[in-house]
């Protein structure tokens, strides 16, 4: 069995505020050059009476704490790490570099508008290449993660209808779907109607047709992710999106998986009035987790009055162009965090996004597609792919077979904490739902085929060892730091807080 990984030594780490001693310290401050201040003249009695209880360390424990805690990682820039749907796409350096020149990190969001004219005419030159990539009328870049841009997207298409008179409420959401979306609808005071995906995985129109009939008036959406979270391209999304536009609905495009159509398919053209981009899953942004990333939201241009506010706008022409922050959006709904959107990411998608171009960007995705097509390929015998036939940028396999050949129920799970012995990182399990023993891989663009054999020989090897000795991987891993953890109780009993000892 192919395997690269071995053990090394990793530390113990406490947390930083039990490592230190009182008065020891890491800074070195110039003498105070301008009049000292009493807090209490300042601040009244907002000022703090006990100094916080901040963890006193010198230099060199805060230099090993942190690159200590960075070991523990499994990170994209460590191995393969084919995890599908959340996608670990590699973030190239080039990125890092354009985010930290100094002219655009140290700028700070109150800025006057005449001292930051760069950083407003990169938000909209980002805003239209986005614009242009999936076939959209205006973009914008408020939201801060996906499941942030499908909220904004869903409330600019709640805001639509109000201005209409109308207020439908049914948004229809696909079983495949990704959790996040029916999680937007009830954000958003929306009913999601899930229905069944077809025998072949995709969405069949005679069931988005039946519903559309059965909530006639009141369906406000259809929410489609494309590629689904199966790895499949839904073929008759034009169909669809006719189905629920004559329905007197719209249609809400989950553009997480856009990166298996870039510069093949706009979802513009498909029928779709709103979107939200992945900035991590397609951009190469790092991955917010719901927090500090980014997912940008793509509209049609009768949901314009709907954005987020402020909007960057350009004002003259020719030489005189200059650009400013309209706040007068009367229709606007509202602001979706502080300033204008997480201003690194903007920049870390510009400069791909720049560099690649549309050749490069085709090329990543065909490469993306070819794969997840050559794992599909050379893993179907040993694996059952969940929907036979060619996937896109990935592909998801069911162990429905393998745990009735074993006797087990776990086949999925052990296969995946094996794989971490041998320094891979487990594919998404478990997910979609629809999908029995679901293990879904992405492996992205990047990555060489050397290093798909070797995922591909390790497999192979994992699922020998389950039928000659199953309590092997069923107590795995054994070369991680930790054992295999009771996933359960971390679920419903996490430790969250930590008092200090007194
Ligand atoms: C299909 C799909 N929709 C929505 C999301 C949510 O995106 P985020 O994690 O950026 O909030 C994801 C996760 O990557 C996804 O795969």
Same mark, same amino acid.
């Given at each position: 069995m192919s395997s690269h990984a071995s053990q090394g030594i990793e530390f113990d780490e406490p947390l930083i505020f039990e490592r230190g001693a009182p008065g020891r310290t890491g800074l070195s401050l110039p003498p105070l050059?301008?009049?000292?201040?009493?807090?209490?003249?300042?601040?009244?009695?907002?000022?703090?009476?006990?100094?916080?209880?901040?963890?006193?360390?010198?230099e060199p424990e805060v230099v090993r704490h942190y690159t200590r805690l960075s070991q523990k990682n499994f990170g994209i820039d460590t191995a393969f790490y084919p995890l599908g749907s959340c996608t670990m796409k590699y973030n190239p350096r080039v990125n890092e570099w354009a985010a930290r020149l100094p002219g655009f990190s140290r700028l700070h969001p109150y800025t006057p508008e005449d001292h930051m004219q760069g950083a407003l005419e990169l938000m909209?030159?980002?805003?239209?290449?986005?614009?242009?990539?999936?076939?959209?009328?205006?973009?914008?870049?408020?939201?801060?993660?996906?499941a942030q841009g499908e909220l904004t997207g869903l409330m600019m298409l709640r805001a639509f209808f109000r201005s209409q008179g109308r207020s439908p409420r049914k948004v229809l959401i696909p079983d495949s779907a990704h959790g996040t979306n029916p999680a937007s609808c009830a954000l958003n005071g929306l009913d999601a109607v899930a229905f069944p995906s077809g025998p072949d995985g995709v969405v069949e129109p005679e069931t988005v047709a039946r519903l559309c009939e059965k909530h006639t008036g009141d369906v406000a959406a259809i929410m489609l992710t494309n590629p689904n979270t199966l790895g499949l391209f839904e073929t008759h999304i034009l169909q669809l999106s006719k189905i629920v536009h004559d329905a007197g609905g719209l249609v809400y495009g989950d553009g997480a998986n856009l990166n298996a159509l870039l510069g093949r398919a706009r979802p513009g053209d498909l029928g779709i009035d709103v979107m939200q981009f992945n900035l991590h899953k397609t951009f190469t942004t790092p991955h917010g987790g719901g927090g500090p990333g980014s997912g940008p939201v793509g509209f049609k241009r009768f949901l314009e009055p709907f954005r987020p506010s402020p909007v960057v706008k350009e004002v003259g022409e020719g030489g005189t162009i200059t650009y400013t922050l309209d706040h007068d959006r009367p229709q606007t709904v509202g602001r979706l965090r502080s300033f204008y959107g997480n201003w690194g990411m903007m920049l870390r998608a510009f400069a791909y996004i720049t560099e690649m171009g549309h050749d490069g960007l085709r090329a990543a995705a065909?490469?993306?597609?070819?794969?997840?097509? #050559?794992?599909?390929? &050379?893993?179907?015998?040993?694996?059952?792919?969940? #929907?036979?036939?060619?996937?896109?940028?990935?592909?998801?396999?069911?162990?429905r077979d393998l745990c009735k050949e074993l006797g087990s129920k776990?086949?999925?799970?052990?296969?995946?904490?094996?794989?971490l012995d041998h320094g891979f990182h487990a594919p998404?399990? #478990?997910?979609?739902?629809?999908?029995?023993?679901?293990?879904?891989?992405?492996?992205?663009?990047?990555?060489?085929?050397?290093?798909?054999?070797?995922?591909?020989?390790?497999?192979?090897?994992?699922?020998?060892?389950? &039928?000659?000795?199953?309590? &092997?991987?069923?107590?795995a891993p054994f070369n991680t730091r930790l054992r295999r953890l009771d996933e359960a109780r971390a679920a419903r009993k996490p430790v969250l807080r930590w008092t200090p000892k007194e």
């Open positions: 050059d301008v009049p000292a201040v009493e807090p209490a003249d300042v601040f009244g009695a907002l000022a703090r009476r006990t100094p916080a209880r901040l963890p006193e360390v010198s909209l030159r980002l805003e239209r290449q986005l614009a242009e990539i999936c076939g959209m009328d205006g973009v914008s870049l408020h939201p801060a993660a996906g065909e490469a993306a597609v070819l794969n997840a097509n #050559y794992l599909r390929a &050379r893993l179907g015998d040993t694996l059952q792919v969940a #929907y036979p036939g060619v996937c896109m940028h990935e592909v998801v396999f069911t162990d776990t086949v999925t799970m052990d296969l995946a904490k094996r794989l998404t399990v #478990y997910f979609p739902l629809v999908v029995p023993g679901a293990l879904m891989v992405e492996p992205t663009e990047t990555e060489t085929r050397q290093t798909l054999d070797d995922f591909v020989e390790t497999v192979k090897g994992v699922v020998k060892e389950l &039928r000659e000795d199953p309590a &092997r991987a069923h107590g």
